[in-house]
Each structure stands twice: as C-alpha cells, then as structure tokens.
C-alpha cells in the first residue's frame, strides 16, 4: 500500500491506526510500514510517501526489511540537454502571472546569493502560491496531479518535459505509449508511485515471500544499473502511438478524421514534449478523447449557406 506521508499524522494518526486495525484484523499477514523518500532511492525528486508491506504468514521468512537509503544523483542525468541560449532568455508567459512572479524572484535571489541559477540546475515549484513556494538545488520538488505542467528548471529556461518527470518517477520513457493529452499525461505522472522505490521494495518483498531466491534479484538502483539505462534514454521520446489508439482519438488518416500534427497542436495526444528554443512553456491545451461537436462549416457551405438565407422564399399557405 501506498499513499501521502501526511497520513501518518492526520486527525492525530487516528487514520493509521484504523487501516492498521483493519490490517491486522485479517490475521494472515505480518505488516510492516514506513515513510520512504523518492530522493533517498536513487532518484533526485523530493517525494515523501507512506509505504506498507504485508507479507502472508505462511510464506513470511522474517528476513523483510525497508531499502536503505542510497546516494542521490544529479539531477542532470534526468534532463535533456542545456540550451544556453534558452537557459538565459525562457521565462514563463505574462499569462502565467503566479508562475512568472515566482522564477523571477527565485533568480534574483539566487544571483544575489551569488549562485548561477542559468548553469546550476535550480528546480521551482513555479506554479505554487507565491507566499508558500519552494526551489531546490538539483533535486525536483514533489511533482503532484496539480504540477502536471512541470517545475520551473532554472539552467533549462523551461518547464519540465513529461519523459523528464517520467524519468524522475524511475520510468522509462521510450517504452512507453502515449494517447491521452499533455494534461492528462502531466496529472497521471503526478499521481504515480515512484517506480524506484517500488522496485526496490520488491527486491526485499520477494526473497522474503519466498517468491524467488535471494540471488535471482538485484538491487539495480544501489548498483548503478538502472541510473545507467535511464540516463541513457536522454534524448529520446515516447513510442509511437498504435492504430488501435489512432482510432480511438479520431487521429490519423481517413474522412473525418484529424492528422497527427493538429492532434498534438489540440492537446489530444502527446508523441513528443520537446521545448522548441524561444517557446519555453506550451500554450493550454484542449482536453483529449474524442470531439463530440458537430464540425465547422467550410468556407464555401458558408457561402452556399448566406446565398440561401438572402434568396426569397415562397410562403407556404
């Protein structure tokens, strides 16, 4: 089970001791839980969760125990590459008041302090409050369903990129297909566990589960190898979207139908989320699943339609 840290804490921890009643009333599982951070398991996001395992007794060897923690890398290795160009010069729009206002603040006082917020990776919680936001040096704030647009990336001049949360979520982006809209992609990725820690969970759940031996498992964030193969993924998208999903979306080739690039320029779908130079942040975009209103006239039935209404009717006696 997974949820918000603040569970531990709410009404008093009444809510905790509730599930772990209702848990323990079940009387065929040994639990165990704790808070775990995103940050703390091989991932540069700042990600507080409450984490709860509960292994059957009949298969329990007693040798569970919660992952360790393990040494953050930079969060560059997560990034697309910097565009120093882009790194002085992006901001957010006029449009994004709240957003705008709060980068500005965060980069005068980094310089003040005597810090390069244009080559140091300085992440914003850009769209939060102004009396309540935060920024963090080389590491993501907590990336939730209402920062599905991405933190602020000072060195970047940009948002974050959707594969880039992707990535700071311990998810592959290049073996993953999208079909929904950017916003709709932004919401799910804040509302997913952290695949880092899960797989690190699972490389003490299973050997204590009896489910596997312990040498048929390996921790690849403590050894470096899952780091390696995401930071490889650097410069590549998502998969390409199926015909099943085209048709699904009304996207594709056909009567009727809308092609790719007005799809992805309508928020329907998202093929790839990379921030052209000078356009740092996308305009809002429409929400997906198929367009229920009926089309818009062409230019010639609008005329057709104008002749009609100006000729002169009969009247009907």
């Known amino acids: 089970m997974e949820n918000v840290a603040g569970l531990v804490q709410a009404n008093g921890g009444e809510y905790l ?3 772990l009643k209702e848990l323990a009333s079940l009387k065929v599982y040994n639990i165990t839980h704790q808070i775990l951070n995103t940050s703390e398991n091989g991932v540069p996001h700042n990600r507080r969760r409450w984490y709860c395992v509960g292994i059957h007794k009949d298969h329990d060897d007693g ?21 120093a160009k882009l790194a002085r010069s992006g901001l957010p729009p006029k449009s994004a008041g709240t957003a705008l206002k709060n980068v500005k603040i965060t980069l005068r006082t980094l310089k003040r302090e005597g810090s390069d917020p244009f080559k140091e990776p300085v992440i914003i919680d850009c769209d939060s409050s102004t009396y309540r936001y935060k920024s963090m040096h080389d590491m993501s704030p907590c990336i939730t369903v209402a920062r599905g647009k991405g933190h602020w990336v000072t060195n970047r001049g940009r948002r974050l990129m959707k594969e880039e949360i992707m990535r700071l979520q311990g998810m592959n982006p290049t073996t993953f297909k999208v079909a929904v809209s950017a916003g709709q992609l932004g919401r799910q990725l804040g509302n997913t566990m952290s695949v880092n820690v899960l797989e690190r969970l699972l490389f ?69 989320t990379r921030a052209r ?10 929400r997906a699943g198929l367009d229920m209103s009926p089309p818009r006239p062409t230019s010639s039935q609008k005329r057709r339609a104008g002749s009609v209404a100006s000729s002169p009717t009969k009247r009907v006696r």
């Open 63 to 83: 040798s569970f125990a919660f992952p360790t923690p393990i040494a953050r890398p930079s969060i560059d290795k997560f990034l697309e590459p910097r565009k």
């Open 277 to 286: 130079e000078g356009s740092p942040e996308r305009k809002p975009q429409r």
């Open 17 to 19: 001791q509730s599930i």
């Open 204 to 272: 003490k759940v299973l050997p204590a589960a009896k489910l596997v031996k312990k040498s048929e498992v390996e921790d690849r964030w403590a050894n470096g190898k899952a780091l390696r193969a995401l930071a490889a993924t650097r410069g590549r998208g998502f998969m390409g979207m199926g015909s099943k999903a085209r048709k699904f979306l009304n996207v594709g080739v056909g009567r009727g139908r809308i092609g790719i690039k007005q799809a992805k320029k309508q928020g329907r779908i998202v093929l790839q």
